[in-house]
């Protein structure tokens, strides 16, 4: 994980004053990073099983013991098989981590010390030179400590001794007469049904389990720990404030939090430079008091180059210089880049109830996007390549948002940087992931100390849009049946001091906070909701997760009974491809409900295989091995996404967003992701590509009926030709026609409504297709297939002559097809390579060019090339 932004300012900040002049001593901060050991504790009830891990064994900081015991070789593969059962035993233990650092005469010769955890998971006891000095219990918060009343020159040791948060919290909750409702149970017996710990702890919920990730309950100092020294002054923070922000002006703040040593004039010097090379100046003249400062320069920028959401402009950075100097000294510098945009979130009555729709810099966006998960069980283990790739291949699939999901943990600042350089905004929920919570006056406490601190970290990114309270605690709490027999199972009294606990927590405090510390951006008070002014999850206003299609095992068309105003969930399962199982999996475990399998599919206690295979029988067929069933398991996933991705769309300004669940994974396995734990695109991910361009023409067929929508992101309006082909599966011709349209911008167009009758011309419903493009200056711009039934009722061609041609030395991949060819899947088996398309339908005598990007030759990769379809994977008898 990356430093924090309070880090890096700090950093910068030391370097500004390095070379100050001698009447001011140079603040100074050391990494405690290397030299660290770890052990079992000996006194741990795990230690007789483990008796070989109460010495002490060089570790990781960041890190946490199970990644630490994976670098030793103590333990397997945490993801392998069945290991995640084995290693269980290791968040019940308690843990320690010691180093022995060295403190030179120079240090001690500053005002202050303090010892900065930036994070730790989650129960500690910090302790110096023998000295108990701290107890944490935030896996979100940073922790300072002044510690140089217990340093000494030479070698200083520090204690780290981390609690398991299941045992230090379990014998107190099973004395309580209730435990509050959570989220999912132990698959493994370490808590009790129904009592569940992890709902009294401010740690990332899914590490407890999840229904599609495993639980490994992490524990250890996770985050960069230093010393830091200093006398005159330490910079907290330096943030640039946007009150208004138009075309014409950018009327801004510049703050800067500040800890002096003591009193007396000095003066802020503020510079800035825009993405033109423009820039600008000035100055002002302030008092310090000993102790807290915060400075305040009012900027005014005209004619400013804004930040875009990516499709809508550019991602303009400005960079924002500050120095605070006594005299001729310098106090404390810093460096801040920010985008300049404003934000909306418009909740307009209108004919539909009320909408909820994001607009930047005065223009309405759709949301297209996912949620996003943690990017692994461990996070430490998250590079910054892997954020790239991730972000990247958000983009690349035409997604404008991400909903960072409540129930993991809040992204490191490179996460944050690449989505500003990008253009993706980011739905921040704070981490709360659907468990009731505690009223308790110390958790409340705790939490709005953890806002305070993460709001201030990352509210100078501009791709932050929507600060949100919490995933799902509301609607839990009104509507799930395990929620409801709580509700009843206590006291009328009790229950009202529960409901007013969570109203106060994310009504009251959460929203302070944010209007407090970063009221540019608005607050939404969870997902979904109506942000407390009613009953949460309805149709007519604020956000909607749909959960009737897949968790309800309804068919896959129902997605268009339901069109919210903005859906922030909904999504359908499936397999990673076979390069990745085989990363977890032996060949013997090659079946959809072999123990492995069932061990890596969360969903249902394993039993979520069986919603597959329910939906691939129901649409496609019976598979013919389990290769196939990995396969139909991403085409029925692709098709059912953006059947529902594309009705929200053209149901515009009625909905005006669509976040399907989910985008990535915490670890190999079937799950609702379109990126897999490696990165690798499933069907999904191309599909989105496709479903979410800028300009989409969208045909919703139910009931024997078709309306067709031209779909446009574009903030001006075009000219463009719409053509409809009909043709049977080999090819033939029945009928072409071509209309001129104009395409509006920021709209979903209804171009017409066709019966059945009238598109087919005469052709049998089993054997036709139709097919739509939207043609600009010659171009083809958007292009969309259309059935007539659900793919096991077509008459496919069994053999629609897929032909593959490599050209421009390897780097372009043409696809052909004699017969319409449904579902073309490109693979090249262990080899690795980027495509710019997959996933595909072929017309009759169609070609595709698929750009190739891979590491491996040609050789190979031409060796390696499988090309599969449809018709490939279902069993004869079940195909038409």
Partial sequence: ???????????????????????????????????????????????????????????????????????????????????????????????????????????????????????????????????????????????????????????????????????????????????????????????????QTSNYVRKANYQYGWDWGPRFVTIGIWQPVRLESWTDARLDDFHIAQPHVDADRAELAAEVSLQAGKAGAAQVTLTWTGPDGSNGQMAKDVSLTAGNNTLQLPLLIDHPQRWWPVGYGQQNLYRFHVEVKRGNDLLVSADRNTGLRSVQLNRDKDAWGRSFAFVVNGVPIFAKGADLIPTDSFPERTTPEQLKQLLTSTRDANMNMLRMWGGGYYQSDAFYDLADQLGIMIWQDFMFGGAITPYDSAFLGNSRVEAEEQVRRLRNHPSIVLWCGNNEVQTGWESWPDRIDFQKSIAADERQRIETGMRELFNNTLRKVVKENDSDVPYWASSPSTDFDGEANVLNDGDYHYWKVWSGSEPIDHYLDVTPRFQSEYGLQSFPVMSTIERFAAPSDMTPNSPVMRAHQKFANGNGNDRLLLYIRANYGEPKDFASFVYLSQLMQAEGIELAAEHLRSARPQSMGSLYWQLNDVWPGPSWSSLDYFGRWKALQYHAKRFYAPVDIVPIRRDGRTSLYLVSDRTTPFKATVRTHIMDMAGKSLNETSQTVDATALASTKLGEYTDAALLHGGRAANTVASFDVIEDGRVVAHHLLYFGVAKTLALPRQPGLHAEWRDEGKTLRISSKQLARGVWIDFGKLDANLSGNAFDLLPGEHIDIAVDSTADLASLKAALKLTSLVDTVQAETAK
């Fill in 1 to 195: 994980m990356a430093l924090s932004s309070l880090t890096r300012l700090s950093v910068g900040l030391l370097a500004a004053v390095a070379f100050a002049p001698a009447s001011v001593l140079a603040a100074t901060a050391t990494p405690l990073d290397n030299g660290w050991q770890f052990r079992l504790l000996p006194e741990s009830a795990q230690a007789s099983q483990h008796a070989d891990l109460t010495s002490w064994t060089p570790a990781h900081v960041p890190g946490s013991v199970q990644t630490d015991l994976l670098t030793t070789g103590n333990i397997g593969d945490p993801f392998y098989r069945d290991n995640e059962a084995q290693l269980q035993w290791i968040g019940l233990a308690d843990w320690d981590y010691q180093l022995t650092f060295n403190v030179d005469a120079g240090t001690l010769k500053q005002d202050h010390v303090d010892l900065v955890f930036d994070g730790v998971d989650t129960f500690a006891d910090i302790v110096v030179n023998d000295k108990p000095l701290l107890k944490t219990g935030n896996m979100f918060r940073r922790w300072r400590i002044p510690v140089k009343h217990v340093l000494h020159a030479g070698n200083n040791t520090l204690l780290v001794r981390l609690h398991s948060p299941i045992a230090k919290l379990q014998p107190w909750l099973l004395m309580q007469s209730y435990a509050l409702p959570g989220e999912f149970d132990s698959a493994f017996g370490d808590e009790p049904k129904g009592k």
